[in-house]
């Protein structure tokens, strides 16, 4: 499993159509320390099962399959108060990256290159997706397997359809782990994973597992929890071919911008040519222009004082597996440096962070009272907050990328 928080990072989307929600929710959290998840007797629970018996009938689950299932399910009420208590995450995107391509990550990933070797040339063959990016989507999920997560998935699906908060979301879910479990793939006491209902190496929801997990292995089950990893990384990089990896192109590319350049471009909505931007003055870190690999989009994480990357379109189909850009520039140079690239050349600014819902309310309340209308204040940086952002950082002087960083917030305080 990655991280246990939410990462609260605003998004734009791209002109290649980058999803405003994946099939995979954005939360996918660890099983938190000091948390039992232990089943507990619930009348109201047994109540809701007995209800839901019939409706998951009448969607093609079995009723063997049905009773096999909640033989040994219970109500689990850590599930819950960890659904309703997502706090945002603020953490830094400096350290958020420090970890995510840690020496030991980075170690780690290329060992697991070396040992399964042959099983990635095989799957890179069958799929085109860069094995260094699979290998990272692995690191970042689970830590190469280490934490898979041990919350029995009927239980703690059924908990969350039970009580409401998103139930249709969970008991779709739910429908789909019962004929994961009719299948064959697995058994009641293998289906194991998060809270919130990922499961093995990769984290697959039971909705994705069942529209793109593959039998890699030929053995008649699509096995992602088992040790052997072979399932779990072929269905990942079946996932992502689905949705249009781009085979021999990059994620993204370190950048240097020239002096004064139009900070106004830098948006993933904005799509040129390398060499287009080359002729702007946007060359590699080498000094030399980046290779057409398509059409790209220019972003700067945190601002004009950190890195800055092109993006192409394999950038927005690893945001088909969280939408979150800390968490795709995670993979990409997580899966950079496997591959036995080099660290970023310009690191992301110290204690620059993404703003609470509250402060970007903030912010837009101080930037339309100081004459620069937002358009509204609802908490989303959109085009109208940048352009307004802009325009303040403009008339005093500053570079105008529009990043809503806490630095701005506490100037315009």
């Given at each position: 499993?990655?991280?246990?928080?939410?990462?609260?990072?605003?998004?734009?989307t791209a002109a290649w159509g980058a999803p405003d929600s994946t099939l995979r929710p954005e939360l996918r959290p660890a099983a938190t320390p000091g948390r039992t998840y232990a089943q507990v007797p619930d009348a109201g629970f047994d109540a809701w099962v007995r209800a839901f018996r019939p409706r998951a009938l009448g969607k093609g689950v079995s009723a063997a399959t049905f009773d096999a299932a909640f033989a040994n399910a219970g109500f689990i009420p850590d599930s819950i108060a960890l659904d309703r208590n997502q706090a945002e995450f603020t953490k830094p995107l400096s350290e958020y990256m420090a970890t995510a391509a840690s020496d030991d990550r980075v170690a780690t990933g290329r060992a697991m290159l070396v040992q399964y070797g042959d099983l990635l040339e095989r799957i890179e063959a069958a799929y085109g997706v860069d094995r260094h990016v699979v290998l990272a989507v692995w690191g970042m999920e689970s830590n190469f397997g280490k934490r898979r997560g041990s919350v029995p998935l009927v239980s703690t699906l059924a908990t969350l359809s039970y009580e409401g908060r998103r139930g249709r979301f969970f008991e779709d879910q739910l429908i789909a782990a019962l004929k994961i479990l009719q299948r064959g793939d697995t058994t009641p006491q293998n289906m194991t994973g998060s809270w919130a209902g990922a499961?093995?190496?990769?984290?697959?929801?039971?909705?994705?597992?069942a529209a793109y997990a593959v039998d890699f292995t030929g053995d008649g089950r699509r096995d992602i929890w088992s040790n052997d990893p072979s399932d779990a990384l072929a269905s990942t990089a079946a996932y992502l071919a689905n949705f249009?990896?781009?085979?021999g192109q990059p994620w993204g590319v370190e950048v240097r911008l020239p002096r004064g350049f139009d900070y106004s471009k830098t948006a993933r909505s904005v799509k040129q040519r390398a060499s287009a931007w080359a002729a702007l003055g946007v060359v590699g870190t080498d000094g030399r222009a980046v290779r057409d690999h398509g059409t790209a989009g220019l972003i700067t994480p945190t601002g004009a004082g950190g890195p800055a990357f092109l993006v192409f379109r394999n950038f927005d189909v690893i945001s088909r597996y969280n939408n979150a850009e800390a968490y795709i520039i995670g993979v990409g140079h997580l899966g950079d440096r496997i591959k036995g690239m080099e660290p970023l050349q310009r690191p992301f600014v110290a204690g620059e962070r993404s703003l609470k819902r509250a402060e970007r309310i903030e912010l837009q309340q101080r930037l339309t009272a100081a004459g620069h209308d937002t358009g509204g204040v609802d908490g989303k940086i959109g085009p109208g907050s940048r352009r307004a952002i802009r325009a303040f950082q403009t008339s005093r002087g500053l570079p105008p990328d529009g990043y809503a960083s806490l630095t701005l917030l506490n100037r315009l305080r």
């Open positions: 499993m990655r991280f246990a928080f939410v990462i609260a990072v605003s998004l734009s499961m093995g190496h990769t984290q697959f929801m039971p909705s994705s597992y249009g990896w781009t085979k």
